[in-house]
């Protein structure tokens, strides 16, 4: 059958990337250079915080990007070096060197792959509401706190730069859309401290940028087994670590756009981006929860473009534009950050009127989720913290459900006990003393109909309850057993006593 011309140019429009449309594509172009600008500057401060000469973090950056931008699974995504994984892999630097931190990498990278098969991105499910919501804001802070040091003691004129990045970010868009605010910002006032000769904090204060492209090659270390013993744990807490920041910004992607990713892919994406920055040299990395809002949420951007940008850009602004670069005053970028903590930060969860309708657990698990991340500047800390936290109280909540009433047959003869909700390990545990043993008929039946036995515990204070009346003469039959219920009753019934 022949196909009109018509219908198969409509077919290879509908075909190609969105990126090749000129309004997306200059909304990609436009937001990969504001991220790889603000990369920059948070780039040199991660391999401070290593250790590492700043190049080591640059090329990080840049390798991250790029690499997950082709295998990663969330689109529009930042990765690049940071904080997270400079504060773990930075002791090993310091006791062993860079080789060793290198291979590290390498091996944090392998890690990533294979938790990313085993389907490790699966348990994202178990993080409820109220940790994500704890998560977004203790973001907020902490990327607001990371500002602060660019703040204080330094020259007056910075605050005026700093109101006036604000204020061009705020009403710009109000004239234009076309061109990113952050951006507009950024070279405006650079013009400005340049032109006028204004002696601020400039992003070349921060280390010297890279001449040249990375080159790959093998980590600097003896290939033995107490190397491998050293770097394992190094390896295995960078790769925790970064899934567990990657997953929770694709997560938080996902929620700002309305799209859904797929976890796996990202996970091993972050394992493949992380082998082939640590061939290039170097420090690892992960998603860039700062970036990627600026990327995602006041840029617009939405495809991959941007990222693989986002990164080239990095080392064509350090290598071709470093002496342009250098000149741009940190009071610049501290206004895009903070802007960036503004949008980020979840204010409607603050609100009194939600705070007032909000259950009371779920406040306490937004708050605990704070302020570990605060205290302890480490997002994954938090979340693990704030999960476990929301599990403590939805298991004492659901303990509570399981009830038990008595129907005596008015002959005296029997008795019916009638178990309602989800019995587990922490509602089984009162289910033994719900019973009268002692004045019981000789015939007790326990109706299950209503109720579900999730675990082995449920099992047990069964069996425990059936010994109690047989040690009285007395006879207990179970019945309303749903078939899950029954085979785990069938199975472990009668061999979980003690010995």
């Keep these: 059958m022949q196909t009109s011309p018509l219908a198969a140019a409509s077919r290879l429009r509908g075909s190609r990337p969105s990126w090749l449309s000129p309004k997306v594509f200059r909304t990609e172009v436009l937001a990969g250079l504001v991220v790889a600008l603000a990369l920059i500057p948070e780039a040199i401060s991660f391999s401070i915080i290593a250790g590492v000469d700043p190049k080591i973090g640059l090329f990080a950056s840049f390798t991250m990007a790029v690499v997950i931008s082709v295998v990663g699974g969330r689109?529009?995504?930042i990765s690049a070096a940071t904080g997270a994984v400079a504060l773990v892999v930075g002791p090993l630097n310091r006791e062993h060197?860079?080789?060793?931190?290198?291979?590290?990498?390498?091996?944090?990278?392998?890690?990533?792959?294979?938790?990313?098969?085993?389907?490790?991105?699966?348990?994202m499910r178990f993080v409820p509401r109220s940790v994500m919501v704890g998560f977004v804001n203790a973001l907020a802070i902490l990327i607001?706190?990371?500002?602060?040091?660019?703040?204080?003691?330094?020259?007056?004129?910075?605050y005026p730069l700093i109101i006036g990045g604000l204020a061009l970010m705020v009403f710009f868009p109000k004239v234009t859309k076309v061109v990113p605010a952050p951006l507009v910002s950024i070279v405006v006032l650079t013009v400005i401290t340049v032109a006028a000769g204004i002696a601020v904090p400039t992003v070349g204060d921060k280390g010297d940028l890279p001449s040249s492209l990375p080159v790959p090659g093998l980590p600097d270390v003896p290939f033995t087994l107490h190397t491998l013993t050293v770097i394992a744990p190094y390896a295995l807490a960078m790769a925790l670590v970064g899934l567990m920041e990657s997953l929770m910004?694709?997560?938080?992607?996902?929620?700002?756009?309305?799209?859904?990713?797929?976890?796996?892919?990202e996970s091993i994406g972050q394992g493949i981006a992380n082998i082939v920055?640590?061939?290039f040299g170097g420090m690892g990395g992960c998603a860039m929860i700062g970036q990627t809002m600026i990327n995602v949420k006041v840029s617009g951007a939405r495809t991959r473009l941007s990222t693989f940008l986002a990164g080239a850009f990095l080392m064509v602004?350090?290598?071709?534009?470093?002496?342009?670069?250098?000149?741009?005053?940190?009071?610049?970028l501290v206004a895009v950050m903070v802007m960036v903590s503004f949008a980020t930060f979840d204010w409607h969860s603050i609100a009194p009127k939600t705070l007032k309708r909000m259950?009371?657990?779920?406040?306490?698990?937004?708050?605990?989720?704070?302020?570990?991340?605060?205290?302890?500047?480490?997002?994954?800390?938090?979340?693990?913290v704030g999960s476990i936290t929301a599990m403590v109280i939805f298991a004492k909540r659901v303990a509570h459900l399981a009830d038990v009433t008595a129907v005596t047959d008015p002959d005296g003869t029997s008795v019916v006990y009638s178990v309602t909700g989800e019995l587990f390990f922490a509602s089984s545990n009162d289910l033994v003393g719900q019973f009268a043993y002692a004045t019981d008929p000789d015939k007790v039946v326990i109706d299950l109909t209503d109720a579900h036995i999730w675990d082995a515990s449920s099992v047990a204070a069964l069996d425990a309850i059936e010994t109690k009346y047989a040690q009285r003469g007395k006879t207990v039959e179970i019945i309303g057993l749903n078939q899950p219920s029954a085979q785990i009753h069938q199975t472990l019934s009668g061999e979980l006593a003690s010995h």
């Excluded at 602004?317 to 610049?332: E, H, N, T």
């Excluded at 698990?365 to 480490?378: D, F, R, W």
């Design 75 to 77: 689109a529009a995504m």
């Design 97 to 123: 060197g860079l080789g060793y931190l290198v291979a590290a990498v390498i091996l944090g990278g392998v890690f990533q792959i294979v938790l990313g098969v085993l389907g490790v991105a699966k348990l």
């Design 144 to 158: 607001f706190m990371a500002q602060v040091p660019e703040m204080t003691h330094v020259p007056w004129a910075v």
């Design 249 to 265: 910004t694709a997560k938080l992607v996902d929620d700002i756009t309305d799209t859904h990713s797929s976890k796996t892919r």
């Design 277 to 279: 920055t640590g061939f």
């Design 317 to 332: 602004l350090c290598i071709v534009f470093g002496p342009v670069v250098s000149d741009i005053p940190m009071a610049v």
């Design 359 to 384: 259950p009371a657990g779920e406040i306490t698990v937004m708050v605990i989720t704070v302020a570990v991340v605060v205290a302890t500047s480490n997002l994954a800390i938090g979340v693990v």
